[in-house]
């Protein structure tokens, strides 16, 4: 009986353990909606958002703190944070190294050009172009993919969108719902490709076999914000709907 009951105590204290359990999680914050500065110099957005939505079902504290795309996987493994909420597209390589929630979005990738631009119009026309991509991305990849073009990555994507206003690239891909938005604010910029990013969508982010079990946690937390409305909400208030 006794063994019993320090079992049934061992278990409660190692709910009580996660509960309590701080989670740091690292974001980029250069990509809006999902994660940026806000006025107040804080870090704001869907992902933040949803990682409250989240804490409030699995039962724990988090922080942010601001870690640049490309290096946001290196910090993970080396136990500078404990996750990753910065709309990461889910892809196999990146499998190699961490493990992935349950996607929470999913996109395409858009290319985006100069409205006064006529000389563009197909994709093979880009081997002799500059591209702009955002650091890290998917996006990146696909665009050094393309031989003979000129890749010109920049640390957030309002860089890449800056640059080719200012000609210093000729074209710019995107995700979708990032790009969407750009192109609502920037009339002069338009969409002139659409095409699938070949990733199964954003999602967190865990250190490869080391959280099994509060990765089921959170995808069973994912599930229980979209039955009861909450996902919906956030994807209103953050225009993605």
């Given at each position: 009986?006794?063994?019993?009951?320090?079992?049934?105590?061992?278990?409660?204290?190692?709910?009580?353990?996660?509960?309590?359990?701080?989670?740091?999680?690292?974001?980029?914050?250069?990509?809006?909606?999902?994660?940026?500065?806000?006025?107040?110099n804080q870090i704001s957005g869907?992902?933040?958002?949803?990682?409250?939505?989240?804490?409030?079902?699995?039962?724990?504290?988090?922080?942010?703190?601001?870690?640049?795309?490309?290096?946001?996987?290196?910090?993970?493994?080396?136990?500078?944070?404990?996750?990753?909420?910065?709309?990461?597209?889910?892809?196999?390589?990146?499998?190699?190294?961490?493990?992935?929630?349950?996607?929470?979005?999913?996109?395409?990738?858009?290319?985006?050009?100069?409205?006064?631009?006529?000389?563009?119009?197909?994709?093979?026309?880009?081997?002799?172009?500059?591209?702009?991509?955002?650091?890290?991305?998917?996006?990146?990849?696909?665009?050094?993919?393309?031989?003979?073009?000129?890749?010109?990555?920049?640390?957030?994507?309002?860089?890449?969108?800056?640059?080719?206003?200012?000609?210093?690239?000729?074209?710019?891909?995107?995700?979708?719902?990032?790009?969407?938005?750009?192109?609502?604010?920037?009339?002069?910029?338009?969409?002139?490709?659409?095409?699938?990013?070949?990733?199964?969508?954003?999602?967190?982010?865990?250190?490869?076999?080391?959280?099994?079990?509060?990765?089921?946690?959170?995808?069973?937390?994912?599930?229980?914000?979209?039955?009861?409305?909450?996902?919906?909400?956030?994807?209103?208030?953050?225009?993605?709907?």
């Amino acid at each position: 009986m006794k063994k019993f009951l320090k079992l049934v105590l061992a278990a409660v204290l190692a709910v009580s353990c996660l509960n309590a359990k701080e989670i740091v999680f690292g974001t980029d914050a250069e990509y809006p909606p999902f994660g940026y500065m806000n006025e107040q110099n804080q870090i704001s957005g869907f992902d933040i958002d949803l990682v409250d939505a989240i804490s409030k079902k699995v039962g724990f504290e988090y922080k942010f703190i601001k870690v640049g795309f490309d290096a946001l996987i290196p910090a993970l493994k080396a136990g500078k944070i404990d996750a990753i909420a910065a709309s990461m597209s889910a892809t196999d390589e990146r499998r190699k190294s961490v493990d992935f929630t349950d996607p929470y979005i999913f996109t395409k990738n858009l290319y985006l050009k100069m409205a006064t631009n006529k000389d563009i119009t197909s994709k093979d026309q880009l081997k002799t172009k500059r591209i702009g991509a955002m650091l890290g991305t998917v996006q990146e990849s696909v665009a050094n993919s393309i031989k003979g073009a000129k890749v010109m990555p920049t640390e957030g994507i309002a860089g890449s969108i800056m640059n080719l206003k200012a000609g210093k690239v000729d074209v710019v891909i995107v995700d979708s719902s990032v790009g969407y938005g750009y192109l609502k604010k920037n009339k002069d910029i338009i969409n002139w490709l659409e095409e699938s990013d070949g990733s199964d969508g954003f999602a967190m982010a865990f250190d490869k076999d080391k959280q099994t079990e509060l990765l089921a946690k959170f995808n069973q937390a994912l599930k229980d914000i979209k039955q009861d409305g909450t996902y919906d909400k956030l994807l209103e208030k953050y225009d993605l709907k």
